[in-house]
């Protein structure tokens, strides 16, 4: 995940329909929380309100770890969120606060399934892969892995990510960050050659 293709992602979902401002929002939320497809269902209009006002989200786990974990935004993220401003606006416009923000196009009070939502993002994004020249394989898993990469590259703590992940043990995180490391190596060693 770079910035190069958040923008590529962000430019191909324009249009002034719903589903536009829907996938670009979706597209905004997962790559500055990190958080699973069925963790962004539930949220609500109030919830986006706090992430703009607040530069915070409260995210109810789906698996293991605190079931409500807040999430800050860092000063890069909080310019992504200010920058899908219009996007945002465009859904409070539409619906109540206690609106659920992921709905059915014809029926806002209907929550999209994990199905719906994960079958149009994946999509999306193997459709704009295929422009890259680099054609990555990017699925909706990519913004947490995209996520973990970033925390990791801030933190250095393993721990750290473990929890904010909520991994249930530090093997599986220990796993991420040694694939992370060996990408980085690679990538060092190929710039040299």
Same mark, same amino acid.
């Given at each position: 995940?770079?910035?190069? !293709?958040?923008?590529?992602?962000? #430019?191909?979902?324009?249009?002034?329909?719903?589903?536009?401002?829907?996938?670009? !929002?979706?597209?905004?939320?997962?790559?500055?929380?990190?958080?699973? !497809?069925?963790?962004?269902?539930?949220?609500?209009?109030?919830?986006?309100?706090?992430?703009?006002?607040?530069?915070? %989200?409260?995210?109810?786990?789906?698996?293991?770890?605190?079931?409500?974990?807040?999430?800050?935004?860092?000063?890069?993220?909080?310019?992504?969120?200010? *920058?899908?401003?219009? *996007?945002? #606006? &465009?859904?409070?416009?539409?619906?109540?606060?206690?609106?659920?923000?992921?709905?059915?196009?014809?029926?806002? /009070?209907?929550?999209?399934?994990?199905?719906?939502?994960?079958?149009?993002?994946?999509?999306?994004?193997?459709?704009?892969?295929?422009?890259?020249?680099?054609?990555?394989?990017?699925?909706?898993?990519? &913004?947490? %892995?995209?996520?973990?990469?970033?925390?990791?590259? *801030?933190?250095?703590?393993?721990? &750290?990510?473990?929890?904010?992940? /909520?991994?249930?043990?530090?093997?599986?995180? /220990?796993?991420?960050?040694?694939?992370?490391?060996?990408?980085?190596?690679?990538?060092? %060693?190929?710039?040299?050659?």
């Amino acid at each position: 995940m770079t910035a190069e !293709i958040y923008k590529k992602w962000l #430019q191909a979902a324009e249009g002034p329909a719903y589903i536009h401002v829907r996938l670009k !929002i979706a597209i905004c939320l997962l790559t500055i929380t990190g958080i699973r !497809i069925n963790e962004l269902l539930p949220l609500k209009l109030y919830e986006l309100q706090t992430l703009i006002e607040e530069g915070w %989200i409260a995210i109810d786990r789906s698996k293991r770890g605190p079931t409500n974990h807040k999430t800050f935004l860092t000063k890069e993220e909080k310019k992504l969120v200010k *920058d899908r401003q219009k *996007d945002f #606006q &465009f859904i409070f416009l539409m619906k109540e606060s206690d609106s659920y923000v992921f709905t059915n196009e014809s029926n806002y /009070s209907k929550i999209l399934t994990r199905e719906t939502i994960t079958k149009a993002l994946n999509l999306f994004t193997r459709t704009v892969s295929e422009e890259i020249s680099s054609k990555p394989n990017i699925t909706s898993h990519s &913004f947490r %892995i995209g996520y973990i990469t970033q925390l990791w590259k *801030d933190s250095k703590d393993t721990e &750290f990510v473990k929890q904010t992940i /909520s991994h249930r043990n530090l093997h599986t995180t /220990s796993a991420y960050i040694k694939k992370l490391s060996d990408q980085e190596r690679q990538k060092r %060693i190929e710039q040299l050659e």
